[in-house]
């Protein structure tokens, strides 16, 4: 049954294969030997596509509520203590899966020596079922309401950019200055235009601007920074370095962008397992933190 819903879920027996850790053909015979116990047919598959019968379809609800009971069962017997074991797979943004929540995770893991976990990095919206994932960290505001999402902390945003972008060498202090400065744009979060937000007064003032560099990328934005192609507002725990060494200058510091809201997602369920609610136990108290620390060493 965990096959059947793995298949479903997957969309083929060869991702199904690929999450389970298998080959196609295991799980080819898993399908196999599921359909014969049963007597019914559950999928119709053809060279390019593969569907539920109605049998197939009524099978998959079924299956579901009744590993999830079982899964229950097993908490149950083993109690609220159990310890976490098996794999984790979790999805990360690149920049800080790369850097600030390595430490975190390296924690984690020394902690629950059972568990092992795949690091997948990426800053695309993240398909639970399909690609197999448990958890989740989203930067950004989370609009799936199919997922359990837990805001963990903010991620403070700068102005910045190299000396050589800057006239005279004068660094601006009023939004207004910036306009007329070559721009880069983190696609992900602002394009062509950004509001700054004054620390004490909390006037607001937008800035309109076309692009010369436009990335998805946090780390292709700073070193794009560095080059002097453009003024640039990104999390600041990722220039603290280049701020620190010269290579980056903090603009109009009396004004701010609005901080991202980070969040740790997984699939809405009746049961998870412990290696998942330990999993977000930790980073929910370590992740503030790290990002505390990273931002005020800047």
């Keep these: 049954m965990q096959t059947f819903i793995r298949i479903v879920d997957a969309g083929s027996l060869s991702s199904a294969a690929a999450q389970l850790g298998t080959t196609q053909p295991t799980v080819s015979r898993r399908l196999q030997a599921l359909e014969r116990s049963l007597g019914l047919r559950l999928l119709q598959r053809s060279t390019h596509a593969m569907k539920l019968t109605e049998d197939g379809t009524r099978c998959y609800e079924r299956a579901k509520e009744l590993l999830a009971s079982w899964d229950m069962f097993e908490s149950d017997l083993r109690g609220a203590s159990d310890e976490p074991e098996g794999t984790l797979r979790v999805v990360v943004p690149h920049a800080f899966g790369q850097e600030l929540l390595v430490d975190p995770l390296t924690e984690y893991l020394g902690r629950y020596t059972r568990v092992s976990v795949e690091w997948l ?8 079922i399909a690609d197999g994932i448990d958890c989740a960290l989203h930067v950004g505001e989370v609009k799936d309401p199919s997922v359990v999402a837990i805001r963990v ?3 403070p945003r700068i102005v910045v950019a190299a000396p050589s972008v800057l006239t ?131």
């Design 153 to 155: 902390a903010e991620v």
């Design 168 to 298: 005279g060498g004068r660094v601006p202090v009023h939004p207004d200055e910036l306009a007329r400065l070559p721009w880069l744009s983190l696609r992900t979060f602002y394009r062509n235009e950004i509001s700054l937000t004054h620390v004490a007064t909390g006037e607001v003032q937008p800035i309109v601007f076309q692009p010369r560099v436009s990335t998805d990328s946090l780390y292709a934005l700073r070193s794009a920074a560095v080059k002097g192609l453009g003024v640039c507002v990104g999390s600041s725990w990722v220039l603290r370095e280049d701020l620190q060494r010269g290579r980056l200058v903090h603009l109009v510091p009396r004004w701010q962008a609005a901080p991202l809201p980070m969040y740790l997602l997984y699939p809405a369920a009746r049961f998870h397992p412990a290696r998942l609610r330990r999993f977000v136990e930790w980073m929910r108290e370590r992740i503030p933190a790290a990002l505390a620390v990273a931002t005020s060493a800047g």
């Design 121 to 128: 990095l990426h800053d695309r919206a993240v398909d639970f």
